[in-house]
């Protein structure tokens, strides 16, 4: 265990590592919730003149849907550095190494996880600067970052499940292509369950997104909604626990690809 | 423990497709050696290391490193060895330093430990005044030094180096060798190599195998594989004319005592030859007396080329292509291995 415990440590030491070189990217990280903020905010600030509109603004509306969509986006990609270690054959390297394979999928995950947490907490900053409400303070914060981690980790799960089977980058940029966009306008992060048509809003009800979002939302908007917390606290922790098993799974079954 | 760190037993990879890619191989590595694995691409020897390094599930046979079994005791073969693939691969994004702190996490060093290591790796290979610096910056020759001294962080036993020289230039193949030999000497690790450069194999290592097609064709020191020749070579380019055909000039030729084989290649022919320096001038004479006009003559000692060509059938240095190619063999084994 303590082994498994310092091999995780490795992997996410080195995607940390790699992650503070690249300041391009970081700079794009925090400057995207900003760009979401300020962009739809203002784009879509009559929608909250529509009656029965939930929010007293469309940016306090949707700067909830921008940490589930900044975590959705910051999720489906974790499978790449799979991809490229693979290619590099830097995973080989690391395998040949008395280290756990199931370290490789968790460290790789924490990291991107950390991310994250990071992206969160520069939303939290851009809204609260941009006046957003935010009603519950820092208990509220944690569990947003709690639930916000959760989905994280249920959508790295599936890319890195889907970066264990895949051998090009290529494979696993479509399949996410494939995944995202329905997922987050299936989901009510951007527009209100009462607002889609009906056909929709059904789909929407079993869509994860919607899941995270009510809570959150609530503890931005209301305060603390307990059955809402927990569903989703208990749904979204189960997937990742399956996910990051099956990505796990996978990951050794495909070893030698 | 054995004088043998690795010993197999008739050792067999079947990829899925039928695809035999190790057939019963058995062989052993004496400690302390640099043994050769020779092959041209695709002829199983990088199977035969990821099965060794217990990467790959044999599909049948068995075989031990350091006295532990590559199947049963996966950990502890992992432990002992050290393995350089032919990627090179290092990491671009970390300095060479982070690169080796890395490994050494990986293979559970203490930080004290690790430190101490480092710097003696990187001195064993010249990168300490380059540690610093992105690997992404350092050239070729640069990285798989930096490559190999990861595989050494802790200390194996034996080394497993796949075409260490693959893709460098001239110069720093040859630094590298200077490096694996040292190894031998000052660390007296056991070197398990592979690669497709005869040269090299001929005047670096102790004992070669000879594997084509997933079999090992020949096993023993380079002067002896090269003695068993049977002397040196004559190659004879014949001259067109409307005298006996090669069959017929080769039956002749062999009834010769001094002429061990003969093999025709690409138009030439080829002729295993005892104390060449006197037998030439004999079989010019009878192949003058035959009608048969020589238009060029190479007599030369045998070399590991032509212990592979003997034993093949066809010459290695005809594919040892480039870098691209073998990136390209190689992914091509990776879709099969799928």
Redesign the interface.
Known sequence: MI?FL??T??VL??EI??LQ??RFRIFMTLFQPVIWLTLMGNVFQRVANVPGFPASSYLNYMAPGIVVMVTLFGGVFGGMTLIWDRR???L????????SRASIIFGKMLSIAVQNAIQVIVIFVVALIMSVDFNTGIGGFLIVMILASLLCMVFAGISLSLGAVA?SHETLIAAVNLLTMPLMFTSNAMMPLKMMPDWLSKIAKYNPITYAVNPIRSLFLTGYDWTAILAAGLMLGLSAFLLTGLAVYLFRQ???? | MSSNIIETRELTKVFPGDITAVDQVSFSVKKGEIFGFLGPNGAGKTTTI?ML????QPTSGSATVCDFDIVKNQ?DV??CLG?V???????D??TGW?NLT??A????LSKKIATERIEEVLEMVDLKDRARD?VGNYSGGMRKRLDIA?GLIHRPQILFLDEPTLGLDIQTRVKIWDYIEKLRTEKEITIFATTHYMDEADFLCDRVAIIDHGVIKALDTPANLKNALGGDILHLEIGKSDGPQLDEIRAKLAELPSVHDTKPENGKLLLYVKDGESSTPRIFSLLDKLGVSIESMLLKKPSLDDVFLHHTGRALRDESGNREEAMMSRFKM??V??
């Not at chain 1, 495909?254 to 690809?257: F, G, R």
């Open positions: 082994r310092n091999d440590y490795w030491w080195r590592k790699h070189r690249q590099l054959g830097f080989q390297k690391m395998v040949a190494a008395p280290i051998t495909n070893l030698s690809l | 990821l390094i217990t990467l790959l950990h992992r432990c393995y693939s032919q990627d090179t691969a290092v990491d994004d970390l982070e890395l490994q996490g990986f293979y559970h992105m990861s990776r879709r291995r799928q």
